[in-house]
C-alpha cells in the first residue's frame, strides 16, 4: 500500500473528532435546547438535536481512542481534560443561544389589566426594524421606555408599569427586536438595544403629553443593560435611567467584578469565548461596556436595583457606581431573586424607585 492509500492515524482521526465533536456539540446544544424549551420541537429543535447527538459520538470516539491509546496509568488525566471539553462546549453553547434566539410569544396580559389605558403603537428603528409596543399616556409630563430582560416581552414589565403608571407617568413598553411582535432578528445579550432604546425615545418626544426634556428608562436584567448603555448613545438624552438585575452585556463588563486567582482567570478566558463567539453570529459588534457608559453621561442619574439573593448583582452594581459615585445610587432588595424587587418587597420598591424618578423627573 502506497503511502498516498494509508489510512488516517487514530491519533489523527481523533483530533478531528474531538475539534468537530467540540463544535457540534455545542452549537446542538446552543440551537436545539433552547428552541425545545421556548417553542418545542420544529425544525430548528431537530437540527439542533441532531448535530448536539452527532457532536457527542464524535466525542465519544474521541475519547475512546485517547482511552485505548493512553498507558492506564496516564488515563486519570482524562477527566480534567473532560472537564474543560464541557466547560468550552458549555461556553461556546451560550454564545450561540445568545445569538440564535428562538421567537417569543407575546402574551395575554394587557395594561388594561393593571387599569392603565394604552394603545398600540409601530416604531422604526434607525436600520428599519419594526418595533412593537403599548404606550400609556403621561399624565404628569415625564415619560419612560420600559424594556424587557432576555427570552420575555413586554409583558414581563407589566407589574412595574403599574406601579409607573398609577403614579402618573407615560409609559412605552417595547418588545426587544425579535421578542413578542416586534421584527428583526433576537439577540440575548441586548447589543441592539441602543437602536430600539433611540426609536422608543424618538416616539416619547414627539408625543404633546410629553416633555422631551423629562424622559428616562426603565429595563429589567437585559433590558437594565441595554438602558444604561443607551443612555450613552449618540444622540440620546435621558436624565434618568432605573436597571433592575443589570450584571454584564460584554466580556469587559465582567472584568470589573469578577474575582482574581485561577478562578477568575478560567472564567475570564471562558467569558471571552462565549461573547467572542456571540460577535461571530452576529451582526452588529459588541456594545459600549457598562461602566463605561456611566462614566459618559454626565446628565443622567442611575439608580441599580439588586437582588439580595443574587450576589453578582452587588457587585456588577459596585461597579458601575464606582464609575460615577455621584450620580449612581444602589438599591438592594433583600431576599428578592432576579428582578423580582417589587414581588420581594412592594412598599420598598415603590417608595425608592419613584422617589428617584420624582426626584429627576419632576419640576
Known sequence: MTAEHEPAHPVVLASGALVAGIVGAAAGAGVGLRHLQKVGLSPNTVVGLALLVVGLVLLGYAGGVAWNRLRRRWRLVLVPAGLVVLMVVSSIALGVMASVVPPTVLGSGTPADHGLHYRDVELETSDGVRISGWYVPSENRAALVLRHGAGSTRTATLDQAA????????????????????????????????????????????????????????????????????????????????????????????????????????????????????????????????????????????????????????????????????????????????????????????????????ARLQP
Open 163 to 358: 406601579v409607573l403608571g398609577r403614579h402618573g407617568y407615560g409609559l412605552l413598553l417595547v418588545d426587544a427586536r425579535g421578542h413578542g411582535e416586534s421584527g428583526g432578528r433576537g439577540m440575548d445579550l441586548g447589543w441592539y438595544g441602543d437602536r430600539d432604546v433611540a426609536a422608543a425615545l424618538d416616539f416619547l418626544a414627539a408625543r404633546p403629553d410629553v416633555d422631551a426634556d423629562r424622559l428616562g428608562l426603565f429595563g429589567l436584567s437585559m433590558g437594565g443593560e441595554e438602558a444604561i448603555g443607551a443612555a450613552a448613545a449618540p444622540g440620546v438624552q435621558v436624565r434618568a435611567v432605573v436597571a433592575e438585575g443589570a450584571t454584564a452585556r460584554t466580556a469587559v463588563d465582567k472584568d470589573q467584578w469578577l474575582p482574581g486567582g485561577i478562578q477568575g482567570t478560567v472564567q475570564r478566558g471562558l467569558d471571552r469565548l462565549t461573547f467572542g463567539v456571540a460577535d461571530l453570529l452576529t451582526q452588529t459588534s459588541p456594545p459600549t461596556a457598562l461602566h463605561e457608559a456611566v462614566a459618559s453621561t454626565a446628565e443622567t442619574d442611575f439608580l441599580l436595583v439588586t437582588a439580595g439573593e443574587e450576589p453578582d448583582e452587588a457587585l456588577a452594581a459596585e461597579g458601575f457606581a464606582g464609575a460615577a459615585p455621584s450620580r449612581v445610587k444602589v438599591l438592594e432588595v433583600a431576599g428578592a431573586s432576579h428582578t423580582h424587587g417589587l414581588d420581594a418587597a412592594p412598599g420598598q420598591w415603590r417608595r425608592e424607585v419613584l422617589a428617584f424618578l420624582d
